[in-house]
């Protein structure tokens, strides 16, 4: 580990590992902001901070099972038709569904904020810390194992003496990283969940990013899988630079449209315990 430290390069790559892991981890923060504002407001920092510790924990467990990992880009079957062609990855499968539980829960989110639709009990039974914690580690998953193959591909593995840090040394710098990342998010997690689940346009965004972000995980693992229509048509990975700069554009142009324009009456959005709360509070004032 001392070898390692005293090497500038282990400082640049820590500091850039570092970096990109809190950027990939936005949608991570944005996910646990929506999910636990619909808990109590007693319940909602025990969620943050167990989603963000599952979230360190799968990473480092996926770095220390790195040759698994790996090799779940090997194909476990093909399809060979007429006007479809696939070879089925471990990787795809988890990355492909990933995408759709995604979809499908930014659409589900964005219906019951949007249609004004009352809670059913079941509904509300639903909204529960383990019903919240379910649905985090399972986005957690598909994010970490994202997140890790990301990682892999910027360290060097190679030997020192070759211009690399050695399997060991990546290996410290990945973890490193990951355990500074996660805290700074976690010192952040609570303030960023209050703004977004106390303003309704940074909560539609929220879901329509992760909608973009689902788009994204199908487009991977579709590309993974090498899906081929025809004979020359295959579907291709989605840049991730294109879509965090599209995530940052429209929330900078939401940060301007707040400071110039704030609504007394904004608009109210459903299962926002938040809201309700200061509704409440505002009802005892009067």
């Known amino acids: 580990m001392f070898e390692i430290l005293t090497n500038p390069d282990a400082w640049v790559a820590l500091l850039t590992l570092t970096f990109l892991e809190i950027i990939l981890g936005i949608d991570n923060i944005v996910f646990l902001s929506i999910v636990s504002g619909k808990l109590p407001a007693n319940d909602q920092p025990k969620a943050r901070r167990i989603g963000l510790l599952l979230a360190m924990a799968f990473r480092i467990v996926l770095l220390f ?33 990933g ?3 995604l979809l499908y829960k930014s659409v589900t989110e964005i219906h019951h904020k949007m249609e004004g639709e009352e809670e059913s009990e079941k509904g509300k039974a639903g909204n529960t810390l383990v019903a919240a914690i379910v649905q985090i580690a399972v986005l957690n998953l598909v994010f970490s194992f994202d997140s890790i193959l990301t990682a892999v591909g910027l360290i060097s593995m190679k030997p020192i003496p070759e ?3 050695g399997y060991a040394g990546a290996l410290e710098i990945m973890i490193l990283a990951i355990i500074i990342s996660i805290i700074i998010m976690m010192i952040f997690a ?8 106390t303003h309704p346009t940074i909560q539609i ?14 487009a991977e693992g579709s590309h993974l899988a ?6 020359d048509v295959e579907v291709g990975s989605i840049p991730k630079g294109y879509l965090y700069f599209s995530i940052f554009f429209s929330l900078f142009v939401e940060f301007l449209n707040l400071r110039m324009k704030k609504s007394k009456n904004p608009v109210q ?5 938040i809201q309700d709360k ?4 505002t009802d005892v004032t009067n």
């Open 163 to 165: 211009g690399g840090f």
């Open 190 to 197: 609570g303030p960023v969940s209050k703004f977004v689940n």
């Open 226 to 231: 090498h899906f081929k229509f025809g004979t």
């Open 65 to 97: 099972g790195i040759t698994w990992v790996l090799s779940l880009q090997d194909t476990l079957f093909s399809l060979d038709w007429e006007f479809f062609t696939a070879h089925i990855t471990g990787q795809s499968i988890i990355i492909f569904a």
């Open 278 to 281: 200061e509704l409440e509070d």
């Open 269 to 273: 959005l459903h299962n926002s315990k």
């Open 205 to 218: 965004l929220g879901l329509s990013f992760l909608i973009l972000i689902g788009v994204m995980l199908i």
């Open 99 to 101: 995408g759709l539980f």
